[in-house]
């Protein structure tokens, strides 16, 4: 039956009486700290490119030249022709720099995760994800036969009574590794322990720890001092902080061979530009020979951290280039946001379904190419929406 458009308008309708309406801003220029967004000349702060690499000259000089060599479309799936040199010789530089034996190429992380999870699981067994877990785990956990629980969030005690209640059933753990709204770090060490005892599979999503955690940037599985034995499954996407697009899941070479054969999101779906690969080759060049890129990320994040205690701003604890100003409020979260950008910088607000009902904040993000002067501007704009002039809490 058709769905009644009176009960699409009515939901359009509550969208903006709860102030949860959505729009997309149209952007007119590369992504940076200052930006034309929508007509107006802002200084961002909610870009996930944290290492300033998404308008490199030399991603920029490969993008160019694989596509000179390739043309745009990689034309079919990969199973079909759509399989270019660049797609491989990226597979292998990734699996090289993440310790693992192979490593997969999905035109998404969205994809990665539901090819992935619809892959590994079946009826009769058992996913445990964080509450917090990214919506692509989420929906894929919801879309496999298997039965899912929710663990509360890092609590590892909790994850451990839901694993004792199914040691019936073959499981699988899933997590984020650095969680996207609020920026902490999954305890990974102890939930390698955990899963190991239960014999249970643990894929890890490190979508905002790639690149930026770690010796070499391989993320927070590499902080942690985990090995592919401990973490089976490795996911991270190509789109945040390697500047690019795209995403992969690394891990020994049966489990890579199994997903080719059986993840449906690599099988039935059109390889990613050969283009975006070459980028991608020389993205992870550029991650391992620069690493004053994430010393000067860390340092951004300290700066920013010092000042926005001193400004007294509710902020969540996090580690990360992810710093969410906690408000509550959609409707409050909403308005320091457009007070913000009517002081020329940009802070998008996060809302339900997002974040939790009542938990509305500013996810504030930090790049290796914000300079100090550009976080002082930041800062100087918080303390005038929330200091000087203190905001209505809604």
Excluded at 61 to 86: C, D, M, P, R, W
Excluded at 326 to 340: C, F, M, P
Aim: charged share 20%; aromatic share 6%.
């Amino acid at each position: 039956m058709k769905k009644d458009l009176n009960l699409i308008n009515d939901f359009l309708q509550q969208q903006q009486q709860t102030h949860l309406y959505r729009r997309p801003r149209l952007s007119e220029s590369a992504q940076q700290p200052s930006m034309l967004i929508d007509g107006q000349q802002l200084l961002t702060f909610c870009s996930n490119d944290y290492l300033g690499l998404a308008n490199h000259p030399k991603l920029i000089e490969a993008f160019e030249s694989a596509t000179k060599q390739y043309g745009v479309g990689s034309g079919a799936a990969h199973l079909i022709n759509g399989h270019n040199i660049e797609h491989q010789l990226l597979e292998e530089e990734i699996a090289e720099f993440t310790g693992r034996e192979r490593a997969l190429l999905f035109s998404t992380g969205y994809m990665a995760n539901l090819g992935t999870i619809s892959a590994l699981t079946e009826k009769n067994e058992t996913i445990f994800q964080d509450r917090l877990n990214h919506a692509s785990l989420i929906d894929a956990g919801r879309l496999s036969d298997a039965t899912m629980w929710r663990y509360a969030h890092n609590d590892i005690e909790n994850l451990e009574k839901r694993l004792n209640r199914h040691r019936d059933s073959a499981s699988m753990v899933i997590t984020d590794g650095v969680f996207s709204m609020d920026g902490d770090e999954a305890k990974l060490n102890e939930m390698a322990v955990l899963a190991e005892q239960n014999k249970s599979w643990l894929m890890v999503d490190d979508a905002h720890g790639f690149g930026v955690l770690g010796k070499t940037g391989a993320g927070l599985v590499e902080q942690q001092k985990l090995t592919s034995d401990e973490v089976p499954v490795l996911m991270a996407t190509l789109g945040k902080a390697a500047g690019t697009a795209g995403a992969f899941v690394a891990g020994d070479q049966d489990l890579i061979e199994y997903l080719i054969q059986s993840a449906r999101t690599y099988v039935f779906t059109t390889a990613m530009p050969p283009a975006i690969a070459a980028a991608g080759r020389m993205s992870l060049r550029l991650i391992q020979e620069e690493s004053w890129r994430r010393e000067q990320l860390q340092q951004n994040i300290k700066q920013f951290k010092q000042g926005a205690e001193t400004l007294g701003l509710a902020m969540m604890p996090s580690e990360t280039a992810i710093q969410p100003i906690l408000i509550g409020s959609s409707a409050t979260a909403l308005k320091a946001s457009q007070q913000l950008q009517e002081k020329g910088i940009l802070v998008t607000a996060i809302r339900p379904p997002t974040v939790p009902k009542n938990e509305a904040r500013l996810r504030v993000t930090l790049s290796a190419s914000h300079t100090s002067l550009q976080i002082e501007q930041l800062l100087d704009a918080l303390a005038a929406v929330f200091v000087n002039q203190p905001i209505e809490r809604a």
